[in-house]
């Protein structure tokens, strides 16, 4: 892969981080960190164990604690190594970001565990939920995302006209699942299904 390759464009995140800053201004709050897996690859473009904080104005940073090389190819934002989130405060700081006084975060998603640990970190932070905002802004498809559908939904729609040219008496469900897979996936299926769940 090249160094500036990536799979989503640069101007796509660049609306999307846009989007959720003017939600997050609009909410008064000082910005958002984003850390469940498809809401990281939406903003960022990379799915990389990380954190992406979205100022309410100002460059969003991204911060990689495994695979840095990997997510510098795959998003268009500047990737920051880090080794653990108790030194965000810090990277925000030598950033020139303001601490925030009031942090977003996706508590639909995230653990009571983690919501305390980011509390600690954050000690003169109150955090609220950003959620409805992050899927209100998900749930609205770009050019882009609309033509990414079509193509999955084509692809689909082949994988389902396969059915009754391998389906015979007999066969279990199991045989039959296993043979559409493997078919779905020479189509380029991954074989996963990312849903809005912790560690999805």
């Known amino acids: 892969m090249e160094a500036n390759a990536t799979v989503v464009p640069k101007e796509e995140i660049h609306n999307r981080i846009e989007n959720l800053q003017k939600k997050l201004r609009r909410k008064g709050i000082d910005g958002g960190l984003i850390i469940q897996k498809t809401d990281l690859f939406y903003f960022a473009a990379t799915a990389q164990q990380g954190w992406l904080y979205v100022p309410a104005e100002g460059d969003a940073l991204l911060m990689i604690f495994k695979d840095v090389e990997r997510a510098a190819v795959e998003s268009p934002l500047p990737v920051i190594s880090l080794a653990s989130p108790k030194k965000i405060p810090d990277v925000l700081q030598e950033r020139g970001c303001r601490l925030?006084?009031?942090?977003?975060?996706?508590?639909?998603?995230?653990?009571?565990?983690?919501?305390?640990?980011?509390?600690?970190?954050?000690?003169?932070?109150r955090i609220v939920d950003i959620s409805m905002e992050v899927r209100l802004i998900r749930a609205i498809k770009s050019e882009y995302e609309v033509g990414l559908l079509r193509e999955a939904a084509a692809l689909s729609d082949k994988v389902s006209a396969r059915?009754?040219?391998?389906?015979?008496?007999?066969?279990?469900?199991?045989?039959?699942?296993?043979?559409?897979?493997?078919?779905a996936r020479s189509l380029g299926h991954k074989g996963i299904v990312r849903m809005r769940l912790w560690g999805s």
């Open 100 to 125: 925030p006084t009031v942090l977003g975060m996706e508590l639909d998603v995230l653990p009571a565990n983690l919501y305390f640990q980011y509390a600690d970190i954050f000690k003169d932070a």
């Open 163 to 183: 059915v009754p040219e391998i389906l015979r008496q007999g066969m279990t469900e199991v045989e039959l699942a296993g043979q559409l897979e493997a078919y």
